[in-house]
Structures are given as structure tokens and as C-alpha cells.
């Protein structure tokens, strides 16, 4: 049974950027690289992998929950009482690739995390695009 008090929200946001999916994946999976457009970190690409994600305000506890290189990863994106997961997809098009993310389980009375991340992801996406467009 379903009902509207425990539907969770998402925030999704697509990107077409004009470079090939190998390369977004290095930023999307190396920590130094991570580090310039997310936050600091401890990342792996392996599932199971538990990380930290940490910034001035505080920090996220991470798992990788799926790693299909070039094509798709995700994990459990854990902070105070929101427990969520951000997925990462990328799809080849003729001019780059399409990068979308999803960030799934707002509860309904987590307004604040969603609004944070509603306008967050765009901008490490931004930044993101930034730290991909001077890779070799």
C-alpha cells in the first residue's frame, strides 16, 4: 500500500556533454578528480566499496552499490537522517555523451536536503563538465 506521506522525491538532472563516456568516467571515478567537482574522498570503483565524502559543512557515507565502467555506477549517499542513492548513467549520442544522475529518497518532510540538492547537482555537474573538458 501507498500512500502520498511515503512517496519519496528524486532530484534528476541530464547533461549532454561533448566528450566520449570514457572520459567522463575518469572524473566520475577517480578520487582526484572527484575531489575537484564533488568533495574530498576515498573512492573506489568496486562494489561494496564503503567511502567518505567530506566538505567544510560536514560529511556523506557512501557504498558503491553498481559499477559498469563507461556505462553506469551508483551508491548509497548517507548523511544525518537522509538516506539516499545517487546514480550515475552515461549514454553514448553522436556528439558525446547524455550524463544523467538521480538522487533518490527524499522523504517527504526532508524539503531541506531536497531543495540542497536541487540546486547542488547542478552545479557540481557544471563543475564536473569543467574538470572533464581539460582531461587528455
Not at 541530464?14 to 578520487?31: D, F, G, S, V, Y
Request: proline share 7%; with cysteine; aromatic share 10%.
Amino acid at each position: 500500500m501507498t500512500n502520498a506521506a511515503t512517496e519519496t522525491l528524486s532530484v534528476v538532472v541530464e547533461r549532454e556533454i561533448p566528450h566520449p563516456p570514457e572520459k567522463i568516467w575518469r572524473a566520475l571515478t577517480q578520487p582526484h578528480l572527484i575531489a575537484e567537482w564533488l568533495m574530498k574522498n576515498d573512492f573506489e570503483a568496486r562494489e561494496g566499496h564503503r567511502f567518505n565524502l567530506t566538505a567544510d559543512w560536514g560529511g556523506v557515507d557512501c557504498v558503491v552499490e553498481t559499477v559498469e565502467p563507461h556505462r553506469a555506477l551508483s551508491y548509497a549517499w548517507d548523511t544525518k537522517d537522509l538516506r539516499s542513492t545517487v546514480s550515475w548513467t552515461l549514454t553514448p549520442t553522436s556528439t558525446g555523451t547524455l550524463l544523467r544522475m538521480e538522487q533518490e529518497g527524499f522523504q517527504p518532510d526532508q524539503k531541506p536536503y531536497y531543495q540542497g540538492a536541487t540546486v547542488g547537482w547542478p552545479r557540481f555537474i557544471s563543475e564536473l563538465e569543467r574538470v572533464v573538458a581539460r582531461l587528455d
